[in-house]
């Protein structure tokens, strides 16, 4: 069985840092894109930043420049560097994770963590 496991979350004054991570566990081959979801309440979860197996990123206008996304496919691990963090980056982190293969098995769809909060204080 296939888990996200996050880590990394927490309150940061404004224009300060946090480094997020997710790990993926579950007999695990490969994992085509892993990335970082956002949600506030009464919103749509939204991309933060996502990163494919060969390294392509694809990142929110709202994080550019300011978020880096990277992974690790030995570990199948991803993780998200936010600098310069703005209150309005206050939500639910959620980690996604989408055509994961086994040795004799796929699941083309998506997979979730449980999510980490990241508050941002003014």
């Known amino acids: 069985q296939v888990q996200l496991v996050e880590s990394g979350g927490g309150l940061v004054q404004a224009g300060g840092s946090l480094r997020l991570s997710c790990a993926a566990s579950?007999?695990?081959?490969?994992?085509?894109?892993m990335g970082w979801y956002r949600q506030t309440p009464g919103k749509q979860r939204e991309l933060a930043a996502i990163?494919?197996?060969?390294?392509?990123?694809n990142y929110a206008d709202s994080v550019k420049g300011r978020f880096t996304v990277s992974r690790d496919n030995a570990k199948n691990t991803v993780y998200l560097q936010m600098n310069s963090l703005k209150p309005e980056d206050t939500a639910v982190y959620y980690c996604?994770?989408?055509?994961?293969?086994?040795?004799?098995?796929?699941?083309?769809?998506?997979?979730w963590g449980q999510g980490t909060q990241v508050t941002v204080s003014s």
């Open positions: 996604n994770a989408a055509g994961i293969r086994g040795s004799s098995w796929y699941i083309p769809g998506d997979y």
């Open positions: 990163i494919s197996s060969g390294g392509r990123t």
């Open positions: 579950g007999s695990i081959f490969s994992i085509n894109t």
